[in-house]
C-alpha cells in the first residue's frame, strides 16, 4: 500500500505555517522576520514542501513571490487546517474552564427576524458563558465569510446552489406575503387583488435580489405592469419606518409582519412566493462546541416555526371561506 505523500511524516505544521505566511507577507524577508526565523530557514522549508507535493507552490519575481495555481490550492486548504488545529485548541481551553467559547454566525433578513433571535435567547439560558456574535451581510458575502473560516454557519435564505464546500439544511418554509401598516385602509377589504394594488405606493427591492425577481414574475403572470410609485430598498429599518408612517406596501417574509404589532399582512395571496429558511455550514469543518449547541436551537426553532405557519394558513384559509 502507497503512503499518502502528505501523511507519510514529511509534512509537519510548521510547513502549514510557513506557506499560509509567505502567501501573506509576499517576500521570503518579510516572512523570515515575521517568523523569527532566517531567510535561508524560510527557503529550505518551502522547498521541503514543495518536495513533498511535487510541484512549485509560488513564482519567484524579482520582488516577491505569488502563489501558483498550486500554491493557490494548497494555500486555502493550509489555512483551513491550521483553523481546525486553532479551534481544537480553543475548545478543550474552554471545555477544561467549564465553558463553550464562541460562535459566530452570520444572517441576512430572512433568518433575522425570529429564527435566530429566539434560537440565540434559548441558547443563552442553557450557556449564558457562551458568547454569540451576529454579523449581518449579503446571502454572497456570508458564503465568502463562512468557506474563509471568518463565521460558524449562517441563517438565513437558503441559496438554489451554494459551492461544493457547503451544505445546507432548510429548518422551515416562510411565505412572503404583503404588508401594510395597521391603520391603513385596505385592511378594511376581507379580499384585495393585486390588480387593485398597482397605482398604490410600494417599497420594492432592489434590482438583481432574488425577491425582486420574484416579485417582477407575479406581476408579470397577473398581465400588470410593476407599480410606477415605488421607492427600492433593502434597508430593512428604512423599509419599516416608511411602512409605519405612510401608505406604501411592501412584500416580506411572513413572520416578520406576524410579529410586529404596528404592520399587519394584507388579503392578496402570493402563493407563488415561498422561501425555504435554514443553516448554511462548512462540509468540511465539524461545527465548534458553541455552533452545534447553536444547531440544536436553531433546529428546535425551525420546527415550531413551521407549526405555526401551517396553522396561519389553516386559519386564513378558514377564514377566506
Not at 509534512?11 to 518579510?30: F, M, N, P, S, Y
Not at 435566530?116 to 451576529?134: E, F, G, M, S
Not at 399587519?264 to 448554511?280: D, E, F, K, M
Request: hydrophobic share 45%; aromatic share 4%; proline share 6%.
Amino acid at each position: 500500500m502507497v503512503a499518502d505523500p502528505l501523511l507519510d511524516g514529511r509534512l509537519k505544521i510548521r510547513h502549514l505555517v510557513l506557506v499560509a505566511t509567505i502567501a501573506d507577507e509576499g517576500t521570503l524577508v518579510r516572512t523570515a522576520a515575521s517568523l523569527h526565523v532566517t531567510q535561508p530557514v524560510v527557503t529550505r522549508g518551502l522547498r521541503e514542501v514543495e518536495k513533498v507535493l511535487g510541484v512549485p507552490l509560488f513564482e519567484r519575481l524579482p520582488r516577491g513571490v505569488t502563489p501558483t495555481e498550486y500554491g493557490r490550492s494548497f494555500i486555502e486548504r493550509a489555512r483551513s487546517v491550521l483553523a481546525e488545529l486553532r479551534t481544537a485548541g480553543e475548545e478543550v481551553r474552554l471545555l477544561q474552564s467549564g465553558q463553550l467559547g464562541a460562535v459566530t454566525v452570520g444572517t441576512h433578513l430572512a433568518g433575522s427576524n425570529l429564527l435566530l433571535p429566539r434560537a440565540v435567547a434559548a441558547l443563552k439560558t442553557q450557556h449564558p458563558r457562551l458568547t454569540v456574535v451576529i454579523r449581518e451581510s449579503t446571502p454572497d458575502m456570508l458564503q465568502q465569510m463562512l468557506l474563509a473560516g471568518d463565521i460558524d454557519l449562517t441563517v438565513g435564505r437558503l441559496s438554489p446552489s451554494v459551492p461544493v464546500r457547503l451544505e445546507q439544511e432548510r429548518l422551515h418554509q416562510e411565505p412572503i406575503r404583503l404588508v401594510a401598516r395597521s391603520g391603513h385602509h385596505l385592511h378594511e377589504r376581507a379580499r384585495v387583488s393585486l390588480a387593485d394594488l398597482v397605482h398604490c405606493p410600494w417599497i420594492f427591492p432592489v434590482a438583481q435580489t432574488a425577491l425582486r425577481a420574484e416579485l417582477e414574475a407575479v406581476f408579470f403572470h397577473e398581465g400588470l405592469p410593476l407599480p410606477a410609485d415605488r421607492v427600492e430598498c433593502t434597508s430593512m429599518l428604512t423599509l419599516r419606518h416608511l411602512l409605519v408612517n405612510s401608505d406604501v406596501i411592501a412584500a416580506l417574509p411572513m413572520f416578520i409582519a406576524v410579529d410586529d404589532d404596528d404592520l399587519r399582512i394584507l388579503g392578496t395571496p402570493l402563493n407563488a412566493i415561498r422561501r425555504s429558511v435554514g443553516v448554511t455550514l462548512r462540509k468540511d469543518r465539524a461545527p465548534s462546541a458553541g455552533a452545534a449547541a447553536l444547531l440544536v436551537q436553531l433546529r428546535a426553532e425551525g420546527a415550531r416555526l413551521a407549526d405555526f405557519e401551517r396553522d396561519f394558513a389553516r386559519t386564513e384559509h378558514d377564514a377566506a371561506r
